[in-house]
């Protein structure tokens, strides 16, 4: 159990208004908490303070050997006024497992989601209301010795903001256009692929201007070893319905074990839907398309929870689906899922938490 | 040409005494040089100032996304007194590729070089002179949005700090012991290997920790795909002598393009000596070892510049290399490169550039 110390701001902000598009990530709350790691002390002085700059030596690690993790996850506000949290204790397991892989030392599970609930408590009046909207809440964790050398740090900071957001797609829930990459890969067996950290994401950026220049919204990336089985799409994960069979890659060492692929496994199978984690070539999926079995295909994530695929692109072809509308499943996943978090549909997983 | 403004320090601090032995990358000097990147206005306000921390959102994306790049050189002193920096030209080429990758706006390789000397020239008197010391320079660029979505960054700060160094490895010359990694990998064709950014070197962490508890000082890395050919030895690249003949692997889009490697390649083939930039499997390098065709191995990189491998942990057989002592062409290698650098060999290659 950490001992919180809150410093609140003698300056609040101005709140965004009621009808203000929020966009994704670009407003920040009145506080922040912070925690340092010192080796041999330990993490220590948890504290809750008003949102600020930080001061870091030009020679912190993190600027120089990406020594960094990061999670998301959302606070929402229901319509009796209660905050609810969504599986933070998953975030809080990922946050280290990431850490182990990236030398960063371990946060209690209990102290991650203590602090998380602290810091949201004090902000609390920052969670918008409006359709779509929530508190997106982003802890993340660098090195900040001031050295040179590639090793890892003997000092981190971790650090939770919070972020009034709208949806993270500014078309919603409308269906996205894919390009399939073949140039680029996002990581490989034995990297930082299921790892939350800088690299995989800058590593992706290339790829994704090169699929926006071609009017594509996001990237399908394929392993990096033989270049034809499917692993994630732009920074989610993704399922597909085949032939009324819910298929998703298996989790491999590559791919990110998100939060909401997880409660989507979960949900379809508790309506009886048969859910497959397995390896999936593109081949696959394009003979299931040139068949007419290619039911859905839809994106999982915390920022856009659920992201339907309207088309791909695949070398010189172009796979629409469903039309290019959003099928019946995605929808009812979509409206489960956020259902649950709003605390509008019984949830029956036990997946929400109250902040109190 | 920039048009480089400078303030001065008011507050010099106390240089490292002369015998102080300096490390890497722990000593920074007076003064550093900044600026700044905005969308629509291109790079802007270069300027000479204080050494001083950074003052940076919380949200600032290269604390999440790992959008950043840097380089490595190093300025030295000629007994006569002049300041010599070795082929700054080839870092900054390299800088706007590692900068294209990553999708950071370039920088004109003259104001790179001009931004280089025009620091050091500030700090000139923070190069160390003792044998094996130099000063350090660690050019660097990162993403500065405050923004959490994904995209590339429409603000940077490019920055160059300085560090009067000693040996990169504590031991020096002396050779090292070399773990070969077979669960780990470091970059894959069509990743980010080849650029010079966090993330690679936030992914090799955790295997120079293992290879650390077991004994050895540096990682040998295998391709991600195969897991049989060799890429690089920690940090730097690698050069095997096989029977008369220099052998390093070839440039691939997974292995970092130094600057060294390209300065060690054009040495040996001026001495007469053939040199295969190829692929080259560790199955062929333990057959050479077993038949006594094994003659040297050494890494090179700007930090340790030739770092002799003594020794091999290949699964569970210890290759040893020369008796564990330094090769014959290692230390011409060395002392040829080292003497170019001081000014003390005659630059034939035209590789050193005065800072006047």
Redesign the interface.
Known sequence: MLDIKIVKTTKPKEKPKKDHPLG???I?TDH?FIMNYTEGKGWHDPRVVP?D???????AM???????M?EGLKAYKTEDGKTLLFRPEMNAKRANNTN????IPEIKEEDFVQAIKTVVKVDEDWIPTAPGTSL?I?P?I?ATD???????SKTYLF?I?L?PSGA?YESGLAPVGIWIED??????????GEAK??????????A??KAHDEGFSQVLWLD??E?KYIEEV??MNIFFKIDGVVVTPQLNGSILPGVTRDSVIALCKSWGLTVEERKISIDEIYDAYKTGKLEEVWGTGTAAVISPVGKFRWKDEVMTIQDGKIGELSQKIYDTITGIQLGKVTDTMNWTIEVK
Do not use: D, W
Not at 53 to 59: D, K, V, W
Not at 146 to 152: K, Q
Not at 185 to 190: H, K, L, M
């Open positions: 994704f990530g670009k920040f922040m949102f700059n930080l001061s870091l030596s030009p020679a993190v600027f120089h050997y990406g020594q960094e990061f182990k892989r990236l030398c997106y982003r993340f660098i001031e050295f040179l050398g590639v090793n890892p650090i903001i972020s993270y140039e680029y890969v996002r990581a490989v067996r034995g990297g930082i950290t800088g690299g995989n994401y800058a590593a992706s950026l290339a994704q201007v990096g070893v270049r732009g920074a």
